[in-house]
Structures are given as structure tokens and as C-alpha cells.
């Protein structure tokens, strides 16, 4: 922990690569033991930011601590207390799922005496006990996933940092992904995860939203909707949304209009005043009787809302 009691902390920390700065005066800090979700569109700079946490790349400046070590100072202090699985893959292919574990064991230097006893509590955390002797290369994606946090927890680390471990995984695998992060949690582990999916976001403890290199909010999902509420959003049932969408779109006091299955999706300024003349425009321009009704503010709708702000914070 760092002397104010953060698992990590982030200040004024940039990263330029010639004359392109990544990551631009950035600045959070991180509890310990929280679920922490780094937000943001490809390109941003989330990964430049996570290999600078664990000691990968060094900042161009500004400050980073984590588990009390300065990054820039002490690199390979950080490395023996973070656990990291990359973006990209890490994991040999052509070995089996022990083999690569015994591989990792190795490379954290686990003294051989505890290798075979942590590998087998690995297994077990991660539930594959029935693919030990299996290629890795033949596992499906949302396995190899499990497998890379496996290998990335063998060394029992206080913090670890989880590049889009999800992507392209299927809802199931995702889900007892997610699982393993909630028995991290448990553990008292913190997690810094990187994902596009707003299910995921909702899971986190606290968001950190990152647009062009800059933070633009955070906070906990339910503080986020409401402080970076886009409006109030209106679902509305009429016929063949996909034409009154742009009927819908000119209405005053509308922000936004979309096709969400069956239905209009309506981003309003003051929904209690835009109702009334929504329903009568819809109905001039002919698409019938419109239903409407209020929706509950989504992560989805503070990330669409703040990705076209300028940046503030
Ligand atoms: N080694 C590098 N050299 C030059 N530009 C880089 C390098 N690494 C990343 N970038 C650029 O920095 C920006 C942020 O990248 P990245 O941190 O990977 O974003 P994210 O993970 O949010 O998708 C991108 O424009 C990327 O092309
Ligand atoms: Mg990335």
C-alpha cells in the first residue's frame, strides 16, 4: 500500500511516444481490494497506462505508486508484487495447460519445493482440473482466459492488472470469469480490469472513464449515472422505428435517437416536456399511437454521452 493506504496511485502520470502523447496527465488512485474498471475506447491508452502500473514501461513523467513502490523507481520491486495478464497473448500454445504453468512457476521464481502444491491450487481456483494434459492451443478462448489469470496469480499477488481479459470470450466463459474476480475480491486481491463490455463495468467497485489519453470521469457505477446522466432516456414502442427514428430525432429537446430492437431508443433533455410533443409528431408523420416510457440510465448511455464531451477533468 502506498503511505495514504492506496493499492495504487496515479498522479500526473503522462506517457508520449515521439511527438504523440498517450497517456496525458492522468491522475486516480485505487483501494485496496476494490474491483477497479479502467473505461475507454481502443486507443485511449489504457494498456500504455497498465504497462506503466506494472513496471513495463517507464513514464515519460508524472508519478505512479503501486503496492507502495514508485514505478519508475523501483520496476522490478513492482513486478514481484503485480500480477499481469497482457492484452496480448501470453501463454505457449504448443504446451500443455500443467506445462505452461510449471513454465510461469518458473519465470516468478517459485522455489521448487511449493511449485507442484501451488500449481495444483491454481488448477483448482481456476477449475481446470480436467485439462491439465490438454494443448493450449486447443482450449477454447474462454478457458486459455482462466488459464492466463492462473498463470498471472501463481506468484500470489496483492494486485492484479487484467488487459481486456474477456474480449472475444463467449457470456458463459465471461461469467465464471467474473466469478474468479469476485473470489480475488474476497481474497482481499485488487483488481485493475480493462473491458468494453458494460455488464462487466457495472461489476466494478469504481470506474475510471478514459477518452484520448486523458480521464474524462470516475466514481462507482451508480454515482457515474448519476452524475453523468446524458438526460433522461425514453423507450418508445411505434411503428417501424426505423423510419421515425429521424422524425424523432428533430423533435425539440431531443439529444438522440437510435433503434433498439422493436423499440426507439430517445436521449432527451427534459423528458417530462419532450413526451407530450414526441407522441404528437410520431402520430402526424404517421407511426401510429407511440408508447413512452422512462428508462433506467445504463454505463452504456454515460459512455456514448461522455465519448463526444470534451475531455474536462
Ligand atoms: N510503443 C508505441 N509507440 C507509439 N505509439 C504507441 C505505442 N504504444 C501505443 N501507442 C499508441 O498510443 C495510443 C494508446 O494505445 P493503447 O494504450 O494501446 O490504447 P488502448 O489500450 O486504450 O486501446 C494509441 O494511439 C497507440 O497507437
Ligand atoms: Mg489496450
Same mark, same amino acid.
Given at each position: 500500500?502506498?503511505?495514504?493506504?492506496?493499492?495504487?496511485?496515479?498522479?500526473?502520470?503522462?506517457?508520449?511516444?515521439?511527438?504523440?502523447?498517450?497517456?496525458?496527465?492522468?491522475?486516480?488512485?485505487?483501494?485496496?481490494?476494490?474491483?477497479?474498471?479502467?473505461?475507454?475506447?481502443?486507443?485511449?491508452?489504457?494498456?500504455?497506462?497498465?504497462?506503466?502500473?506494472?513496471?513495463?514501461?517507464?513514464?515519460?513523467?508524472?508519478?505512479?505508486?503501486? &503496492? @507502495?513502490?514508485? +514505478? /519508475? *523507481?523501483?520496476?522490478?520491486?513492482?513486478?514481484?508484487?503485480?500480477?499481469?495478464?497482457?492484452?496480448?497473448? %501470453?501463454?505457449?500454445?504448443?504446451?500443455?495447460?500443467?506445462?505452461?504453468?510449471?513454465?510461469?512457476?518458473?519465470?516468478?521464481?517459485?522455489?521448487?519445493?511449493?511449485?507442484?502444491?501451488?500449481?495444483?491450487?491454481?488448477?483448482?481456483?481456476?477449475?481446470?482440473?480436467?485439462?491439465?494434459?490438454?494443448?493450449?492451443?486447443?482450449?477454447?478462448?474462454?478457458?486459455?482466459?482462466?488459464?492466463?489469470?492462473?498463470?498471472?496469480?501463481?506468484?500470489?499477488?496483492?494486485?492484479?492488472?487484467?488487459?481486456?481479459?474477456?474480449?472475444?470470450?463467449?457470456?458463459?466463459?465471461?461469467?465464471?470469469?467474473?466469478?474468479?474476480?469476485?473470489?480475488?475480491?474476497?481474497?482481499?486481491?485488487?483488481?485493475?480490469?480493462?473491458?468494453?463490455?458494460?455488464?462487466?463495468?457495472?461489476?466494478?467497485?469504481?470506474?475510471?472513464?478514459?477518452? &484520448? @489519453?486523458?480521464? +474524462? /470521469? *470516475?466514481?462507482?457505477?451508480?454515482?457515474?449515472?448519476?452524475?453523468?446522466?446524458?438526460?433522461?432516456?425514453? %423507450?418508445?414502442?411505434?411503428?417501424?422505428?426505423?423510419?421515425?427514428?429521424?422524425?424523432?430525432?428533430?423533435?425539440?429537446?431531443?439529444?438522440?435517437?437510435?433503434?433498439?430492437?422493436?423499440?426507439?431508443?430517445?436521449?432527451?433533455?427534459?423528458?417530462?416536456?419532450?413526451?407530450?410533443?414526441?407522441?404528437?409528431?410520431?402520430?402526424?408523420?404517421?407511426?401510429?399511437?407511440?408508447?413512452?416510457?422512462?428508462?433506467?440510465?445504463?454505463?452504456?448511455?454515460?459512455?456514448?454521452?461522455?465519448?463526444?464531451?470534451?475531455?474536462?477533468?
Amino acid at each position: 500500500m502506498t503511505a495514504d493506504g492506496y493499492a495504487i496511485e496515479v498522479d500526473q502520470l503522462v506517457k508520449r511516444f515521439g511527438a504523440f502523447t498517450a497517456v496525458d496527465h492522468i491522475s486516480f488512485a485505487v483501494q485496496p481490494g476494490a474491483v477497479f474498471g479502467f473505461l475507454g475506447p481502443n486507443g485511449c491508452g489504457k494498456s500504455t497506462t497498465i504497462r506503466m502500473l506494472c513496471g513495463l514501461l517507464m513514464p515519460t513523467s508524472g508519478t505512479a505508486r503501486v &503496492a @507502495g513502490l514508485d +514505478v /519508475a *523507481r523501483d520496476p522490478e520491486g513492482v513486478k514481484r508484487q503485480i500480477g499481469y495478464m497482457s492484452q496480448r497473448f %501470453s501463454l505457449y500454445q504448443d504446451l500443455t495447460v500443467r506445462e505452461n504453468l510449471e513454465f510461469y512457476a518458473g519465470v516468478y521464481g517459485i522455489a521448487r519445493s511449493r511449485r507442484a502444491s501451488r500449481i495444483s491450487e491454481i488448477i483448482e481456483r481456476t477449475d481446470m482440473a480436467g485439462e491439465t494434459e490438454t494443448l493450449t492451443g486447443a482450449l477454447s478462448v474462454g478457458v486459455r482466459q482462466r488459464l492466463a489469470l492462473g498463470a498471472a496469480l501463481l506468484h500470489s499477488p496483492g494486485i492484479v492488472f487484467l488487459d481486456e481479459p474477456t474480449s472475444g470470450v463467449d457470456p458463459i466463459s465471461r461469467r465464471r470469469f467474473w466469478s474468479l474476480i469476485g473470489e480475488l475480491r474476497a481474497d482481499g486481491v485488487t483488481t485493475l480490469v480493462t473491458t468494453h463490455y458494460m455488464d462487466e463495468a457495472e461489476r466494478c467497485s469504481d470506474i475510471v472513464m478514459m477518452r &484520448a @489519453g486523458r480521464v +474524462v /470521469a *470516475r466514481g462507482a457505477p451508480d454515482e457515474l449515472k448519476r452524475v453523468h446522466s446524458p438526460g433522461l432516456v425514453l %423507450s418508445v414502442r411505434c411503428e417501424r422505428p426505423q423510419d421515425a427514428q429521424h422524425v424523432a430525432a428533430k423533435v425539440p429537446g431531443v439529444r438522440a435517437a437510435s433503434v433498439r430492437g422493436h423499440r426507439l431508443h430517445v436521449v432527451t433533455d427534459e423528458a417530462a416536456e419532450v413526451a407530450p410533443s414526441l407522441a404528437e409528431e410520431l402520430k402526424a408523420h404517421g407511426f401510429g399511437s407511440a408508447q413512452i416510457e422512462p428508462m433506467p440510465v445504463t454505463l452504456d448511455d454515460v459512455f456514448v454521452h461522455l465519448a463526444r464531451r470534451e475531455p474536462d477533468i
